[in-house]
């Protein structure tokens, strides 16, 4: 580590108030297990201003240097201990959506430096997705993942050099999308005939691709042990141990959802346990998702596209956790002791 980024994590480490993490960890702790009464973030703590000048860097930049990254992503950390809330102290190997994608060979497709946003893929196409099958399971540290395990070990060795850090910044899981997301990425679009054309190799592929996922999620528990049965996803915390996202589950029907999607997804919940994510609409398919097993909680934005009605009658009046991505709106005549709003102020 330089003297440059130590300059930074000294000042997170002697910012953590020891007592506000231990009240704001019970909290989550009270959600995670439905304990009553526990859906309202104790906003009176933390608001503890940095007196350093953080940088603002360019995602292009903390792509290619571990420092900036890391710099980065403490930088997430300042913005949340500056502010009142309770919102967990978080930090990830930041890569983007196309994780699991380039492990599978998709060319990453690094979007123009104005932008300053996360890159993505470019497709493999059909004939290249098919051809997937016929060779074995790509290596834990192929495409983005060695660049994923490298900062995450360095995170591992910051946690132990600075002892608040470690015991109340998490280190969350990379970003794995869900199998039919990343079977999107690698496929193009056209995927959406093929679900009808070659359902065979779909399944096929959504099966391989778990498979990758499940490798890369039981890599990133061995370095982070600890991150067993608590799965982070937008400043929030569950009970489980992995975050699947469900974005492409909004273009398929509830009897493609219960084919191409529900076996994969629940497969996945049923051995860790955790959070779906979607964004866009998902009403069509919220009472489908909600009974899959093992799953704790369920993370949702634009609300205004949903019939939020069923929504939360699939949800929160089940006993199931639902966490919208927005500004808090009211809720009558539902359980709202499972709900929570995650405001991007916060």
Known sequence: M???????????????????????LSFWNDWSHHRAGSSALPVHLRG???????????????????????????????????????????????YGVANIATAFGAPLFVMPRETDTLPNVVKLGPEACAALLDKPLPDKLSGNFQHVMRV?????????RYPKIGKYVHCEQPDLQGPMDNLELLWGSELFYALYDEPETMHALLSRISDLIEVEIDEWLKLFPEN??????????????LVVRDDSAMNLSPAFYDEFIAPYDGRLMKKYGGIVHF?????????????????NGINMSQPHLNN??????????????LTLSVDPFEVKGHDIENLMFLPSGG
Not at 152 to 160: M, N, R, V
Not at 279 to 295: M, N, T
Not at 313 to 320: E, V
């Open 2 to 24: 330089t003297l440059a980024m130590d300059r930074y994590l000294e000042d997170i480490e002697s910012r953590i108030d020891v007592d506000q993490e231990e009240e704001i």
């Open 152 to 160: 995450g070990k360095l995170f591992k060795q910051i946690g132990e």
């Open 279 to 295: 964004c866009g609409r998902g009403d069509h398919f919220i009472d489908h998702l909600a009974k899959l097993e093992g799953l």
């Open 228 to 241: 067993v049965g608590r799965a982070n996803y937008f400043r929030h915390r569950e009970k489980g141990s």
């Open 308 to 321: 939020m009605e069923k929504v939360f009658a699939c949800t929160i009046d089940q006993g199931l956790h």
């Open 48 to 94: 503890i201003p940095s007196k350093l000048d953080w940088p603002s860097i360019n995602i292009n930049d903390a792509l290619v240097d571990d420092e900036l990254m890391v710099i980065k992503e403490f930088g997430r950390v300042n913005h949340t201990l500056s502010r009142k809330g309770a919102f967990c102290l978080r930090v990830r190997a930041n």
